[in-house]
């Protein structure tokens, strides 16, 4: 698989920003923990959360070989004319795009998006462009192939049964990216409950604080937390 990308890149002289990985990545809003810091015999121990752990929305992360990272790409769930659509305009932080599906996933109107508003832009000028894949549903889709093959680019398949070696968007992209957003968000909310006068430490916990609720982690403050 490797020699096989490698030997196409070099036969059609493909240059390292236009050899592109990319994979969806689902981001739950908040990210609940099962464990947290307490004072050693306590009885009970509580631990609070923002939100349901169920909300979440679809992250596109594409980035070239040469270290190129084209803009972030976000799927909300919701309708195409719902409240969510109709303020991303006014949420999305600048060099990010988004838009919404009835399931927060990719379907062909939000293939043919991403192909316009991101792709296109970014390969103009070149028919010498590769786009390098996880082997999933979304990505055989013929909606998925005929849009990348519309422009001239070639496809590369990774099955799934490869190991990190051939994966190192996993290992070197998605992996950080999880975990740093995890820890964006558990900073804002010791941070807000210190804010309103509980006491908190990390992972999340906290006591309780008389007449006062914390603020939920909101859509623009996630947003906030994926372009860091």
């Given amino acids: 698989m490797v020699q096989s990308a490698t030997t196409m890149i070099r036969m059609n002289s493909i240059e390292g920003n236009l050899f592109v990985n990319m994979d969806e990545i689902a981001v739950y809003f908040d990210t609940h923990?099962?464990?947290?810091?307490n004072e050693k015999g306590?009885?009970?121990v509580s631990v609070r959360h923002g939100c349901s752990n169920n909300k979440r929305c679809t992250v596109w992360i594409t980035v070239a070989a040469?270290?190129?990272k084209l803009p972030l790409f976000v799927i909300?769930?919701?309708a195409s004319n719902g409240p969510i659509a109709n303020s991303l305009q006014d949420i999305m932080p600048a060099g990010m795009y988004g838009c919404t599906q009835?399931?927060?996933w990719m379907d062909n109107r939000v293939i043919q998006l991403w192909k316009e508003i991101e792709w296109r832009p970014y390969i103009e000028g070149t028919n010498k462009s590769a786009l390098l894949?996880?082997?999933m549903e979304s990505h055989i889709h013929p909606s998925f192939i005929d849009a990348v093959d519309s422009l001239g680019t070639q496809m590369i398949q990774i099955p799934n049964s490869f190991t990190s070696v051939s994966q190192p968007y996993d290992v070197g992209i998605v992996k950080p990216f999880k975990t740093r957003l995890v820890e964006l968000c558990q900073e804002w909310k010791v941070a807000e409950y210190k804010r309103i006068g509980g006491t908190c430490t990390w992972p999340y916990t906290s006591a309780a604080v008389a007449g006062q609720d914390p603020a939920r982690v909101s859509i623009q403050h996630h947003?906030?937390?994926v372009q860091k």
Wanted: proline share 0%; charged share 15%.
């Fill in 133 to 135: 894949l996880y082997q």
């Fill in 76 to 78: 909300f769930k919701g």
């Fill in 33 to 37: 923990h099962n464990y947290t810091i």
């Fill in 102 to 104: 009835a399931k927060g």
């Fill in 66 to 68: 040469n270290g190129t």
């Fill in 42 to 44: 306590a009885k009970t």
């Fill in 223 to 225: 947003l906030e937390f």
